[in-house]
């Protein structure tokens, strides 16, 4: 099992960036691939971004692709997102999230198999 926390989250204008942690506690942090889950209000959860266990693969959506990196330091047991040229549609709560299914084209699109969350932290960003 693994424990995941993030911070990061606030209110920047439309163009401007943030960078989203992630402190990952619990056994095995390494054998997780990792992602990035958001949702909206009125919207459904989705994955922005996945990262396998080496961090050697990477997924984005295509709403954030060329905007968003996503990264993993194994060592501190860590995962981040660093978010740039924010757009209104950016906004949402965003979650860190682990998943014991692996780096596959599942995992790529599907919220559901991801196995642990954490509680979220909001991102707005003002027009």
């Known amino acids: 099992q693994v424990q995941l926390v993030e911070s990061g989250g606030g209110l920047v204008q439309a163009g401007g960036s943030l960078r989203l942690s992630c402190a990952a506690s619990?056994?095995?942090?390494?054998?997780?691939?990792m992602g990035w889950l958001r949702q909206a209000p009125g919207k459904e959860r989705e994955i922005v971004a996945a990262?396998?266990?080496?961090?050697?693969?990477?997924y984005y959506a295509d709403s954030v692709k060329d905007r968003f990196t996503i990264f993993r330091d194994n060592v501190k047991n860590t995962v981040a997102l660093q978010m740039n040229s924010l757009k209104p549609e950016d906004t949402a709560v965003y979650y860190c999230?682990?998943?014991?299914?692996?780096?596959?084209?599942?995992?790529?699109?599907?919220?559901?198999?991801?196995?642990?969350r954490g509680q979220g932290t909001q991102v707005t960003v003002s027009s």
């Open positions: 999230a682990a998943t014991t299914s692996g780096f596959t084209i599942a995992t790529m699109r599907s919220p559901a198999l991801y196995d642990y």
């Open positions: 619990g056994r095995a942090f390494s054998s997780y691939a």
């Open positions: 990262i396998s266990w080496s961090g050697g693969s990477t």
